[in-house]
């Protein structure tokens, strides 16, 4: 029964698609109709002459609103400055544009996502409302030519790279370093803002919202090696949706926060001034903005800015990629670890934290105890959003390894930090943790000196993440069965267990041969909780944890050794290298747990109703 109305949703999915496959794909032209369309349906103000999907998202400078409220009762009359944009790959569309609004002429900025059927599934808008920006647009008509002139594909750069030279524009402004390389530009460069050009010109106006009046006539370049634009603390919710190769030009959105610390900044001519006071407080700006690259290089630029309130999050979180800065993030944590500072941090909402297994707050446990963190090696999976740190740490005076997985969210926000930390256990006579609290592990780490981590977990051949992580699966499996039968090891596999390094093969020890057979392992039973916390496909590395159960139940006549005695469960962080579709190298931390130990994160995987 089950199967056959499967069967049926699936012959009604078949017709949908070929029906969709018959259309053409919405070119350039055909995106520049549905947005002539959407122009007409909004100074008409109707909404309902609009196609769109059943769940269309529409958004006023970020904000999600019904479609058909908002600017949709009050729109007047479009200006004749049309500034268009398409992605037929992506099917997006966009202009920037004049409007207005009870009769208050705004630039505007929209973009929409246009569906295989032509019907709409999103409406981004910006509306600034500057009537002197949008009377400059309308006194300039058009934009400047080369925005339109397609560029042969011999002279082109690809999508990935274009939206790559582009973040550099961002990552440059933000914090804006007056020693940066900002070789970026095109010694051309010129930029819009709000209509006003802002770039290369002698004018005695101020730039902006302080009273300088050189800036402007520098070139793009110049501007950002003066470091005059570091009141830009952050440039986050980075989106690149519209990328037009054949005119080599992106459309991106991003949010600008000013965080309002920074007093004075850097002039021109190696002077500085006091921060104005619109940055006393703190801000975000809302920027829609276009770049023309000519090569490699950032040629012309297009901004219009509005502003949020502080840290407004994004309407359109985007989904990983270059937008969401990774390793930024990383940084941002391991700073805040290093000086105690959780507070730096920008959370996402329902933000958490765990140390071990267990939700704490941010900002205690290992964050108070902490005083060295080394550099660590770090690891990166854009799939899911995730960056792993492993290094060493000291905690007052007690050294430990610490594994870290944080998972940022759509815009760069922190959403969770699992932190996993092995601590040096001694069995000093009263220090109490091995003589007093349980008996020493098989192999136990007293704080001894464990080496720099092998390099082959930084040097990596790239391997899709679905091949890693079938690889580590059949490793736990291996562990738990107590056979390497489905595991793939290289010959000269090396696994490091709380960094002792045993002669056998990682093959051997899994099959418990030889003097010490199998270690710790070889009475273990589950392997459970096993979670990889970042797969690394470009080092092809994966930063897993697991719980291993040890029950401590002799085989028959044997006799337990002294470090078996007790029911343990080992909770074991470590870094799975594969090379050449094999498992090349573990380096793995045992933590000794209470037996039948969980972590709240297996607990909410396994939903096994503890609250
Ligand atoms: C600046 O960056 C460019 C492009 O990455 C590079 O070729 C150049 O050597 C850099 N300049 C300096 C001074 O580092
Ligand atoms: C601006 O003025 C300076 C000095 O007066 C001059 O060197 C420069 O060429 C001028 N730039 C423009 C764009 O007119
Ligand atoms: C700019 O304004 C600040 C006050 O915000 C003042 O201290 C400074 O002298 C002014 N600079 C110029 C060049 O007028
Ligand atoms: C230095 O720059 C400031 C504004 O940025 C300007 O007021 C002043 O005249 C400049 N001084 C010189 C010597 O160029
Ligand atoms: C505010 O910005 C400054 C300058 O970029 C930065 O050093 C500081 O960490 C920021 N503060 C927070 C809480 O992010
Ligand atoms: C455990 O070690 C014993 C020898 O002490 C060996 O005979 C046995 O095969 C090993 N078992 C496993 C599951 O590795």
Redesign the pocket.
């Known amino acids: 029964m089950y199967s056959s109305i499967r069967s049926a949703v699936s012959a009604i999915g078949g017709i949908l698609i070929s029906v969709c496959l018959a259309q053409e794909p919405c070119d350039r032209s055909c995106l520049e109709d549905v947005l002539s369309e959407y122009f007409t349906a909004l100074t008409s103000n109707d909404p309902s002459r609009l196609p769109t999907t059943p769940d269309v998202k529409y958004v006023e400078n970020d904000q999600i609103i019904p479609l058909g409220s908002g600017l949709w009762p009050i729109a007047g009359s479009q200006g004749k400055y049309r500034h268009l944009f398409a992605d037929p790959q992506s099917g997006n569309v966009a202009a920037i544009t004049t409007i207005t609004e009870n009769g208050v002429q705004a630039i505007y900025v929209v973009r929409l996502k246009v569906e295989e059927d032509r019907s709409i599934s999103e409406i981004e808008t910006q509306i600034t409302r500057d009537a002197s920006g949008a009377a400059l647009y309308e006194e300039m008509g058009e934009p400047e030519a080369v925005w339109y002139e397609p560029v042969p594909p011999e002279n082109r750069i690809s999508r990935e790279r274009l939206i790559e030279q582009t973040n550099k524009y961002y990552s440059g402004m933000e914090q804006n370093d007056p020693h940066g390389n900002y070789s970026f530009f095109d010694k051309d460069c010129n930029r819009l803002e709000d209509a006003i050009q802002t770039t290369n010109v002698n004018s005695s106006d101020p730039y902006g919202h302080s009273n300088d009046t050189s800036f402007a006539s520098l070139g793009c370049e110049a501007q950002f090696q003066t470091g005059f634009l570091g009141f830009v603390t952050r440039i986050r919710a980075r989106r690149f949706p519209i990328v037009d190769e054949q005119r080599q030009v992106v459309l991106a959105v991003t949010t600008l926060d000013h965080n309002g610390t920074v007093r004075r900044l850097p002039s021109v001519n190696g002077t500085s001034s006091p921060t104005p006071p619109y940055f006393d407080v703190p801000r975000s700006l809302l920027a829609a903005e276009a770049f023309r690259l000519r090569g490699d290089k950032l040629f012309r630029i297009e901004m219009a800015l509005t502003e949020v309130p502080y840290g407004m999050r994004s309407a359109f979180p985007a989904h990983g990629g270059l937008g969401v800065d990774l390793e930024g993030a990383l940084d941002a944590v391991l700073d805040a670890l290093r000086a105690h500072e959780p507070a730096r941090l920008l959370l996402a909402q329902r933000a958490r934290y765990s140390e071990n297994g267990q939700f704490v707050a941010l900002g205690d446990g290992l964050w108070e105890t902490l005083v060295e963190l080394d550099e660590g090696a770090r690891f990166v999976d854009p799939l899911r959003n995730t960056v792993g740190f492993w290094g060493y740490t000291k905690e007052q005076s007690t050294p430990g390894v610490l594994a870290l997985g944080v998972r940022v969210d759509g815009e760069g926000r922190i959403a969770e930090i699992e932190a996993l930390g092995v601590r040096a256990e001694s069995n000093g006579e009263r220090y109490g943790t091995v003589t007093l609290m349980r008996p020493p592990l098989p192999v136990e780490w007293e704080g001894e000196e464990l080496g720099a981590l092998d390099g082959v977990f930084l040097e990596g051949k790239g391997v899709e993440e679905e091949e890693l992580l079938g690889l580590v699966e059949a490793y736990f499996d291996g562990l738990e069965a107590?056979s390497s039968a489905g595991v793939l090891f290289t010959p000269d596999c090396v696994r490091r267990d709380n960094g002792a390094q045993r002669e056998e093969s990682c093959a051997a020890q899994?099959?418990?041969?030889g003097e010490a057979?199998?270690g710790l392992?070889?009475?273990t039973t589950a392997v459970r909780d096993r979670r990889v916390l970042v797969a690394d496909s470009e080092k092809s590395v994966v930063l897993a944890v697991a719980l291993v159960d040890a029950p401590a139940i002799a085989?028959g006549e044997?006799e337990l050794p002294p470090t078996e005695r007790v029911p343990s469960t080992y909770m074991i962080p470590q870094l799975i290298k594969i090379e050449g579709g094999k498992i090349a190298r573990v380096e793995s931390m045992i933590k000794w747990m209470p037996f039948g130990y969980t972590s709240t994160w297996g607990e909410e995987q396994e939903d096994n109703g503890r609250e």
């Not at 899994?510 to 041969?513: C, H, L, P, T």
């Open positions: 107590h899994m099959d418990g041969e057979p199998n392992f070889n009475r085989r044997e």
